[in-house]
């Protein structure tokens, strides 16, 4: 039995549609978190979660935008945002910041999570014959 979901994501478009909005609703959120609460606390030590977005845009283009690619970008995202979140938590404990360390573990493993699941629906887009 097919739901209304599956007829809806039929085609590889369509799943490159949801792939993408998932990706591009991750990094606004991502923009949001930093800008306006702040991951580690105030200042400019959230700056180092902009590599991921920025380098899943490099690759991204490099690519020319193709599922696959598009996975690659959002994998190495993913293992970026995990990156940043290790030099913050070392940040927070070496400069003994008022930031919590579960509270920066949390967050840097929602936005890694996010963009492990845009490309893992970009996986799903190229596996799908598009």
């Not at 039995?1 to 609703?25: N, Q």
């Not at 580690?40 to 690619?69: I, S």
């Not at 994998?75 to 938590?89: F, I, K, Q, R």
């Not at 008022?98 to 493993?109: F, G, K, Q, R």
């Amino acid at each position: 039995m097919t739901t209304a979901l599956d007829r809806a994501l039929a085609t590889p478009r369509a799943r490159y549609g949801l792939a993408l909005a998932v990706s591009l609703g991750t990094a606004c959120f991502l923009l949001l978190g930093i800008g306006a609460l702040g991951i580690v606390g105030d200042g400019d030590r959230d700056l180092v979660y902009l590599a991921a977005p920025a380098l899943a845009l490099l690759v991204a283009v490099v690519t020319r935008f193709r599922p696959a690619g598009m996975a690659l970008a959002l994998g190495l995202a993913a293992l970026s945002t995990l990156a940043a979140g290790a030099w913050s938590v070392g940040t927070v404990v070496a400069d003994d910041l008022d930031a919590s360390i579960a509270d920066v573990v949390m967050l840097t493993a929602m936005y890694a999570g996010l963009f492990a699941v845009a490309a893992w629906l970009f996986a799903r887009v190229r596996a799908s014959g598009a």
